[in-house]
């Protein structure tokens, strides 16, 4: 059994990225134990850049991300759920990615990344830049590699979402 969290970055209720993550999260949480974060629930600011998380192992902004440091890093697989925005992630989820910059001096057992999007293109290329913006951080960290994305096009209003991107989002979660 996996420790699984998944992070939704949309703004929106009932956004078509949430749908994702939480068909996701159905398909996921037969085999696995499974934590969702939404970042719209939560209060973060931007980080500083001031690097003191690499000497302490701890963020000197005092906001909520602190209180999920710790899951994130003992998660065995990390989802991350955005809306495409301009054909990168949003940039609430930039903006989060950013702020797990303490974990990089610690140990994390997460190895396991998959990336849920949606956007308004038809085109599966819609998601490429996304990718490449992930695999960034990604490869600031050994041994961890994204396993499995999922795009869903030409959905522009919330709660659009076809059954066949459920059905996706749903085996994709129920795969790991």
């Known amino acids: ?25 159905r398909g996921a949480s037969i085999k696995h134990n499974v934590e969702y974060i939404s970042l719209k629930d939560i ?21 909520d991300v602190k209180q999920y440091l710790e899951k994130i890093s003992n998660a065995d697989v990390l989802v991350f759920a955005t809306p495409i925005y301009y054909y990168c ?6 903006t989060f990615l950013d702020r797990l910059n ?15 999007a949606s956007c308004a293109d038809d085109s599966d ?5 996304t990718i490449v913006a992930l695999n960034g951080w990604i490869e600031c960290f050994d041994g961890v590699e994204l396993k499995g994305t999922l795009l869903a096009t ?5 709660n659009t979402l076809t059954e066949e991107f459920k059905n996706k ?5 129920a795969s790991i």
Not at 169 to 173: D, Q, V
């Open 43 to 63: 209060n973060f600011k931007f980080c500083l850049g001031c690097l003191m998380c690499q000497k302490t192992g701890k963020c000197v902004i005092n906001d």
């Open 125 to 129: 290329s819609a998601i490429d830049k």
């Open 169 to 173: 989002a749903y085996s994709l979660g």
């Open 154 to 158: 030409s959905v522009t209003e919330p």
């Open 89 to 94: 992630m949003s940039g609430q989820l930039k």
């Open 1 to 25: 059994m996996k420790n699984v969290v998944v992070i939704s970055s949309s703004l929106r209720n009932g956004s078509n990225s949430e749908i994702l993550a939480k068909e996701f999260i």
């Open 102 to 116: 303490p974990l990089y001096v610690k140990h994390n057992n997460f190895k396991e990344i998959y990336l849920l």
